[in-house]
C-alpha cells in the first residue's frame, strides 16, 4: 500500500513539472511579440535593427525637421545629440508634440527611415521617459528641467 501512495505522489510531481514547464513555454510565446526594446537613434545608426523588429526610439525632435505631408502623414527626423534618424508617421500626433520636445516612437525601421505606428510625447513640462534622458545624458546634450517651472 505505500508504494501506491509513493508512486502517486511522484506521478503528481511529475505531472505539476510538466505542467509549469507548459505554461511558462506558452506565456514566453505569448509575450514574444508584445516586448519592444528601446533604442536611441545613435544606437539604431551603429547598428541598424532588421526591417520586420518592432521596437521604440526616443530622442528630440530635431528643429526644422518637421513636415506635414498630405493627409495625416508627418516626416521629422529625432536625435540623440550624436545621430539623428528620420522619421515618417501616419496618424494625428499629441497635442504636445514640437520641435526641440522629448518623443518616444514605436514601430520598425525600413530602408534607412524610422516608420512609427505611434508617437508619444511629454505629457508635462518636466517629464522625459528615462531612457530618453539616458541616452540624450550619454551624448552630453541633456538639460536638467528648471526648478522654477
Excluded at 505554461?23 to 539604431?44: C, E, H, K, W
Excluded at 506635414?68 to 536625435?79: E, I, K, N, Y
Excluded at 514640437?98 to 520598425?108: D, R
Amino acid at each position: 500500500m505505500k508504494s501506491l501512495k509513493k508512486t502517486r505522489r511522484i506521478q503528481v510531481i511529475v505531472l505539476l513539472f510538466v505542467a509549469l514547464a507548459l505554461s511558462t513555454g506558452l506565456i514566453g510565446y505569448a509575450m514574444r511579440d508584445g516586448i519592444n526594446f528601446f533604442r536611441s537613434p545613435s544606437q539604431v545608426v551603429e547598428e541598424p535593427p532588421a526591417a520586420n523588429e518592432v521596437f521604440r526610439i526616443g530622442g528630440l525632435v530635431e528643429e526644422g525637421t518637421l513636415v506635414r505631408g498630405q493627409g495625416d502623414t508627418v516626416s521629422f527626423s529625432v536625435t540623440d545629440g550624436g545621430a539623428s534618424v528620420p522619421v515618417t508617421f501616419t496618424g494625428i500626433l499629441p497635442d504636445l508634440f514640437k520641435e526641440n520636445e522629448g518623443m518616444v516612437g514605436t514601430g520598425s525601421y525600413v530602408d534607412g527611415v524610422f516608420v512609427a505606428t505611434e508617437i508619444l510625447a511629454k505629457h508635462d513640462e518636466t517629464y522625459m521617459p528615462k531612457e530618453v534622458v539616458d541616452a540624450l545624458k550619454e551624448q552630453g546634450v541633456y538639460k536638467e528641467p528648471d526648478a522654477d517651472s
